[in-house]
């Protein structure tokens, strides 16, 4: 997925006379950059080390500008349960979660099924569990799975989601899937459709747009985030829930945030221009 959005984002800078080198980041990063001595890094990068404020603790050391939130917010938003503490903090709607050792939640059902068991700090639906009602016993869980997982109550409803850039949130996709909406819904094509504007009630539309904003200056975010819903229509806006604030969401033209984009008059190029303008660093 990074190197998607890498390559993406390179193609739609240079359609703006931009001078884009791309790189692999790995553990030559800093001597490579300190080689290049670019103006401004658009990071690409997804998950830990690129997405928690690792790699912007780099950025900031070497005092090169950088899209996206700095090293606080990255690692609050990509700790879930530190994140839903914050949202919580702001009266912002979540569902009730723990974070418990993998042996106990393996043991028992730690809640009342449905719940989802998932990583504390990965993004993309990597390593999810739905454990449906009426389950006699919780899921055996794969190996790779960390030592503390969190354990959160399942929110039922329509997938919504919600992006600010800079002050603005654009608008709202009503996410449509089979089923779970999981790696594959996510990155496979055919896995999902999006209708976007979302066709919800206004209100709910409304407070999508206020409750993503509100997540992105709670959290401390800068530059581009989006923030995903479960919405219960049975229970009007007392069944809008945010999942999670992703600091670095996907940037194909086809991704969620790009998309929101066009549909608001933005181009996935001048999307991308304007986040290398917009980069800068905390200290």
């Not at 779970?180 to 999006?194: L, R």
Request: charged share 20%.
């Amino acid at each position: 997925m990074s190197l998607s959005t890498g390559r993406a984002c390179a193609a739609a800078l240079r359609e703006r006379n931009f001078n884009v080198v791309e790189v692999d980041a790995g553990p030559d990063l800093y001597a490579v950059l300190t080689d290049l001595k670019p103006d401004v890094a658009l990071n690409c990068l997804h998950g830990r080390w690129g997405e928690d404020g690792c790699v912007q603790g780099l950025f900031e050391w070497m005092r090169l500008p950088y899209t996206h939130s700095g090293v606080l917010a990255s690692a609050l938003a990509m700790d879930k349960q530190r994140c839903k503490e914050i949202f919580q903090l702001h009266n912002l709607p979540v569902m009730q979660s723990h974070v418990l050792p993998k042996a106990e939640v393996m043991a028992d059902h730690v809640m009342s099924p449905p719940y989802v068991i998932k990583p504390n700090n990965e993004g993309s639906s990597v390593g999810v569990y739905l454990v449906q009602e009426g389950a006699n016993t919780p899921p055996q869980l794969d190996e790779s799975m960390p030592e503390f997982v969190m354990v959160e109550a399942f929110a039922p409803g329509r997938e919504l989601t919600t992006t600010v850039m800079g002050d603005r949130a654009l608008t709202v996709t009503d996410i449509i899937t089979t089923g779970w909406y999981d790696y594959d819904a996510k990155y496979k094509e055919g896995g999902s459709s999006h209708v976007v504007p979302a066709d919800i009630p206004p209100h709910i539309f409304d407070l999508c747009m206020d409750y993503a904003l509100q997540a992105h200056n709670a959290l401390g975010c800068r530059g581009v985030s989006r923030t995903d819903f479960r919405w219960d229509e049975s229970k009007g806006a007392d069944g809008l829930i945010l999942l999670e604030t992703n600091t670095q969401p996907g940037m194909t033209a086809t991704s969620l945030s790009p998309e929101q984009g066009q549909a608001c008059g933005i181009s996935f190029p001048d999307f991308c221009a304007w986040m290398v303008e917009d980069a800068s660093c905390d200290r």
